[in-house]
């Protein structure tokens, strides 16, 4: 692995880095920069292919001597959140070979890093861990002189890896069937995610399939004795940041992901908006091995959903009733309303595809 280092990486390194050599494979170049201000420090790795990122926060002094590593297994994890196929990963990485120093001469490339730092920035301002800043930066629209040549760097970083001749993607993941009571009924949706996404990242998936602009909504997950809704609950798991106050057995959902519960309980409730108590049973379908799918993805649905900020079941039903109420203005006041919030029949491939998005940060 060839990293072409900034002058101030080299003076925080301790290092003499000598100059660059041509002829090598880009895919496994890559640039290094360090932003420090005050007490805060951001290292950013740039591949020269594709301006693929990989930011990593507050490294310690006593770290620089293990800097590659470090920054290969967060490459490792940041690769294994957007589903890449473990072997390919392992390839990538084997052929990356041993760490070696050079000079940051290409003007070219300056550049694109100091952008890519400038989005790095960005995402640490955003985002509280490596994966979720690298992912920012990845989705953050690049490009070259020419106006109309533009992509995403997790694009470009995904064709080169197509080059191995395996599949791209595979994970282990869920399928989730979903239902929400109304009066009218219930709101069904179906939906595959993969194992390794956190319970925060789930919540934004559901509010994706549900057509929701609420994500600061207050919201929390209950698992059951038995599986059974009418059992006493066994654990919560709540946002660190929820002010409310929660018995012995609840837990901040923060560092848990999907696979350290799913595999011991199948039903759950999901509880969105606390003042609007939207209650979603959730039941495990199935659990599947070596998915070759990009994920998240909806599978089925049923129902149109209600409006964000409506006002809980009750609210939703008064709407319902203004939609069809034989006064004029009443009528028209209450669908443009409904068109505010982003009210309108369930069609599957426009909330497919916002599923599909919703983990692209």
Request: aromatic content about 14%; glycine content about 4%; overall charge neutral.
């Amino acid at each position: 692995m060839l990293i072409h280092c900034t002058k101030r990486a080299c003076e925080r390194l301790k290092i003499n880095p000598i100059a660059s050599s041509s002829g090598f494979d880009i895919l496994y170049s890559w640039r290094l920069n360090i932003i420090e201000e005050g007490r805060h420090r951001l290292v950013v790795f740039m591949n020269d292919a594709s301006r693929y990122t990989i930011a990593l926060k507050n490294i310690k002094h006593k770290d620089w001597s293990k800097l590659p590593q470090i920054f290969i297994d967060n490459l490792r994890e940041v690769m294994l959140d957007e589903q890449i196929n473990p072997d390919v990963i392992e390839l990538y990485i084997n052929n990356l070979g041993v760490a070696s120093y050079y000079k940051n001469s290409d003007k070219q490339m300056t550049s694109w890093l100091n952008k890519a730092c400038e989005a790095a920035c960005l995402g640490y301002s955003n985002y509280d861990t490596n994966i979720s800043i690298s992912r920012f930066i990845n989705r953050y629209h690049v490009g070259s002189k020419d106006e109309n040549d533009y992509w995403q760097p997790y694009e470009r970083f995904h064709q080169k890896l197509n080059e191995y001749g395996l599949p791209l993607k595979r994970c282990n993941a869920y399928r989730l069937s979903i239902k929400l009571y109304t009066l009218e009924g219930w709101v069904k949706r179906e939906i595959l995610v993969p194992e390794n996404i956190n319970f925060e990242q789930l919540h934004r998936v559901i509010n994706s399939a549900y057509c929701w602009w609420g994500y600061q909504a207050l919201f929390n997950y209950t698992f059951y004795k038995n599986d059974k809704i009418e059992n006493d609950p066994e654990l919560i798991l709540y946002n660190e940041h929820d002010p409310f106050q929660f018995p012995e057995y609840a837990k901040p959902m923060t560092e848990y992901k999907l696979s350290d519960y799913l595999g011991n309980y199948r039903t759950f409730r999901y509880l969105y908006d606390y003042t609007a108590h939207w209650h979603h049973y959730i039941d495990v379908i199935e659990a599947i091995k070596d998915c070759t799918e990009t994920l998240p993805l909806l599978l089925s649905g049923e129902g149109d959903a209600p409006p964000d900020k409506v006002g809980g079941v009750e609210g939703y039903a008064n709407f319902l009733k203004e939609l069809k109420a034989d006064n004029y203005k009443d009528r028209k006041n209450a669908e443009q309303w409904g068109k505010q919030y982003g009210y309108k029949p369930f069609d599957f491939i426009s909330v497919g595809e916002k599923v599909k998005r919703s983990l692209r940060y």
